[in-house]
């Protein structure tokens, strides 16, 4: 419990982020991604990343695959800015994303994880948590571009089912799905174009996390190998 306490007020004593302004337009960026020569650690004698290169154009659907430890959690935190490259540089449409603010970046993005969160109250009201102002049609065209529609509509009351508190009365993949609605409605619903979904999977002693670009064009697809911090293979299908 102390050592607990202490880790709160650590970082409670952190300096706060300061405000800053985005030096460019983001809605006039499109959705390529780049990552130049990018090299970060969290300790600097410590590097995750080592002189990482790799571009995503719109479009494409990229799986980041490799083992525990080889830093794909953590390419996701730099590309939303959570943290700051040490070198190098990652672009969104050709911009620099140190040049937009934290909320700019992080409002190019919607991320899923395997854990879903939903809260008690209707399946309505969870789906426009991703976007307070959704309009009740924003919110059924977002379920419908995540392919959950449907199973919604045959739930009892639809839309206005009411979750229990720990979402039991849902199944684990109707919970994903209210849960990837919600991230769609986030990018606007009638457009639903998340840039990226970090989505975890625990089997045979291996963590794979795969970022989704562009999660439903499954027509073009990369494969990227990441393994000790570098990209080590590229396979294209």
């Not at 990229?62 to 080889?70: E, H, K, L």
């Not at 426009?128 to 919110?139: E, I």
Request: aromatic letters at 10%.
């Amino acid at each position: 419990l102390a050592a607990a306490a202490e880790r709160i007020f650590a970082f409670l004593d952190l300096p706060e982020v300061p405000k800053e302004a985005s030096a460019v337009d983001p809605a006039a960026l499109s959705t390529d991604v780049e990552f130049d020569g990018v090299r970060f650690g969290y300790t600097p004698d410590a590097p995750v990343i080592r002189n990482f290169s790799a571009t995503v154009a719109a479009g494409r659907t990229v799986a980041i695959v490799g083992p525990t430890g080889a830093g794909k959690t953590t390419m996701v935190k730099l590309l939303m800015r959570f943290y700051d490259v040490d070198a190098g540089a990652i672009r969104i449409g050709g911009a620099d994303i140190r040049e937009l603010s934290r909320p700019d970046v992080r409002n190019l993005f919607a991320m899923v994880l395997q854990d879903t969160w939903l809260f008690s109250g209707t399946v309505r009201e969870n789906i426009r948590y991703g976007r307070l102002n959704a309009t009740d049609g924003d919110v059924e065209a977002a379920a419908r571009e995540a392919c959950a529609d449907h199973f919604i509509r045959m739930l009892p009351g639809g839309y206005d089912f009411e979750i229990n508190e720990d979402a039991s009365n849902l199944s684990q993949g109707q919970r994903q799905l209210v849960f990837f609605d919600t991230a769609a409605v986030i990018t606007n619903a009638d457009k639903f174009r998340p840039t990226a979904f970090d989505i975890n999977i625990d089997t045979c002693r291996t963590c794979i996390e795969a970022v989704f670009h562009q999660f439903f064009d499954y027509r073009r697809r990369s494969l990227d190998h990441l393994t000790c911090g570098n990209l080590v293979r590229q396979l294209w299908r």
